[in-house]
């Protein structure tokens, strides 16, 4: 594989934090032409992957190449690195640490919080890490995982866990995993968790499974191609109407004794910050 040059490619601005962030590009790490694409697309975040997506023989290659691109300091991206049980991860984080294009970690098939830690330890302070829990495992570790000082955000790798687990593509199945890594997000005061990615085509089933996303609270879904980021960027964006009827509460004057009245308008409040994040 040779160095990934990005001179020819007009690289999206993008705007968004990352504790904010709706749609996580994955795109594999020895795949230069995809890799363009990802950084063309509309996605918020994109991440090079160097776990999954590269055969074991291919990632030292496709590693190099990462450092490259990442040395300049003119592109930034997050890296999916592999899991901290693996040889390739210790390589993983030695060469990534201090590069000045890496805008952060995804680290791979987290199931203990000392994960987390030993792969800060090797990166410099205060880098973004974002747990990706993918078993059994690691769900059950979900809360002590969000609680590490380093962790950043979880996402779900719902493929892994489905395989891991038997569970079926399926809401009711998903539901579990899902909002636990929900409600141990909240619990750690971390921004929502980043969903598992929809491998189908269809763009109804994307939507689909983005609204089960939403439902139990998460507040981003991993990405397989650049068209998918569109519409997840849109369903996790309050649309126009929930962002006016948001502003008209917030300009009336609170109504005494309703107990109602703080919920609601922390809900509005929520909504017309999101709007002005994604604006």
């Known amino acids: 594989?040779?160095?990934?040059?990005?001179?020819?490619?007009?690289?999206?601005?993008?705007?968004?934090?990352?504790?904010?962030?709706r749609s996580w590009l994955l795109v594999p790490a020895d795949r230069p032409e995809r890799i363009s694409a990802a950084f063309e697309s509309h996605a918020d975040v994109v991440v090079i992957d160097l776990e999954d997506a590269v055969a074991l023989d291919a990632k030292s290659s496709a590693r190099d190449a990462v450092?490259?691109?990442l040395t300049s300091g003119d592109v930034k991206a997050w890296v999916r690195i592999n899991d901290a049980t693996t040889l390739a991860w210790a390589n993983d984080v030695a060469a990534l640490g201090g590069l000045p294009g890496l805008a952060g970690i995804m680290l791979a098939k987290v199931e203990d919080g000392d994960h987390?830690?030993?792969?800060?330890?090797?990166?410099?302070?205060?880098?973004?890490?974002?747990?990706?829990?993918?078993?059994?495992v690691g769900i059950e570790a979900a809360t002590s995982i969000a609680r590490r000082f380093a962790t950043s955000r979880l996402a779900f790798g719902s493929?892994?866990?489905?395989?891991?687990?038997?569970?079926?593509?399926?809401?009711?199945?998903?539901?579990?995993?899902?909002?636990?890594?929900?409600?141990?997000?909240?619990?750690?005061?971390?921004?929502?968790?980043?969903?598992?990615?929809?491998?189908?085509?269809?763009?109804?089933?994307?939507i689909a499974q983005t609204s089960d996303a939403i439902t139990v609270g998460m507040s981003g879904r991993l990405c397989l191609r650049p068209e998918q980021t569109v519409d997840v960027n849109s369903a996790f964006t309050p649309d126009s109407d929930?962002?006016?009827?948001?502003?008209?509460?917030l300009a009336t004057e609170p109504v005494a004794g309703d107990p109602s009245e703080v919920p609601r308008r922390a809900a509005a409040l929520k909504i017309v910050n999101l709007a002005d994040v994604y604006s």
């Open 1 to 21: 594989m040779t160095s990934l040059d990005l001179t020819a490619v007009s690289v999206r601005t993008r705007t968004v934090p990352f504790e904010h962030a």
């Open 67 to 69: 450092v490259d691109l």
């Open 159 to 206: 493929g892994d866990f489905r395989r891991d687990t038997d569970i079926a593509d399926d809401p009711i199945g998903l539901a579990y995993p899902r909002t636990r890594l929900t409600i141990a997000s909240r619990a750690a005061r971390l921004p929502g968790p980043v969903d598992g990615p929809t491998r189908a085509v269809e763009r109804d089933v994307l």
């Open 242 to 249: 929930s962002v006016a009827a948001a502003r008209r509460l």
């Open 116 to 136: 987390v830690d030993a792969t800060s330890a090797r990166l410099p302070a205060h880098a973004p890490i974002v747990a990706l829990i993918e078993s059994a």
